[in-house]
């Protein structure tokens, strides 16, 4: 069975472009999970769909970041404008249903942001 | 705040010991754990979990346990091999918040040959 796919695997821009990071996650699975990795603050969620739906954006950190999931199949993190200090990497992870059933992780996008 | 806690930040053990790595947790509505494991360059991988109804959990040479009056968990690795060497996360989750994770800062085993 494939895997949650992420891409670009590596992203290299300057402060204030606009970055786009997808992920497709594993066929099946009915929660979506976007994270953030970063030395200071480790894997922390941004955000998590159920159904395609945002359930929980608590953990986004500012208006630059928006997150989508148009169908069962496809998610997006967009931040606009880019900052050095989005510089992280991201992943994102999948689930089928609740419970005891562990999230998958995508090997993520490394994003630098210069 | 870090509700999970791992504070040992590396641990290095010879091949064929036991690694034994620790976490800590402070939110008393966690009712269910993981351990994901992590290799450069590649996401984490779930390794094993446990539910709080229980106080220990085994597949293979990993076992966790669970201690929640002291709100403590910990894995065991017996015996040890180079190929462990990652970053090792130990993550907990509540029914209440559809089972979102929070993960502590992550070990990173050395498995010496």
């Known amino acids: 069975d494939a895997g949650v796919i992420q891409s670009p695997r590596h992203e290299v821009t300057e402060m204030g472009q606009e970055v786009t990071l997808r992920c497709k996650p594993i066929?099946?699975?009915?929660?979506l999970f976007w994270y953030r990795q970063t030395m200071m603050r480790g894997l922390e969620l941004l955000i998590y769909f159920n159904n395609n739906v945002p359930i929980d954006d608590s953990g986004m950190p500012e208006d630059r970041f928006s997150a989508k999931m148009p169908n069962a199949s496809f998610s997006t993190l967009k931040i606009q404008p880019s900052e050095p200090r989005d510089s992280a990497v991201y992943f994102c992870?999948?689930?089928?249903?609740?419970?005891?059933?562990?999230?998958?992780f995508g090997d993520g996008t490394r994003l630098s942001i210069l | 705040d870090q509700q999970v806690k791992q504070n040992s930040p590396s641990l290095s053990v010879q091949e064929g010991r036991i690694s034994i790595l620790n976490c800590d947790y402070t939110n008393s509505m966690f009712d269910y754990f993981l351990w994901y494991k992590k290799y450069p360059a590649e996401g984490p991988t779930f390794l094993i979990s446990i539910s709080s109804i229980k106080d220990k959990n085994e597949d293979g040479r990993f076992t966790v346990f669970l201690n929640k009056s002291a709100k403590h968990l910990s894995l065991h690795i017996v015996p040890s091999q180079p190929g462990d060497s990652a970053v090792y996360f130990c993550?907990?989750?509540?029914?209440?918040?559809?089972?979102?994770?929070?993960f502590g800062k992550g070990t990173l085993l050395t498995v010496n040959p």
């Open positions: 992870a999948s689930r089928r249903g609740q419970g005891g059933q562990p999230q998958h």
């Open positions: 993550a907990a989750s509540e029914i209440y918040s559809n089972y979102k994770l929070t």
């Open positions: 066929s099946g699975h009915d929660y």
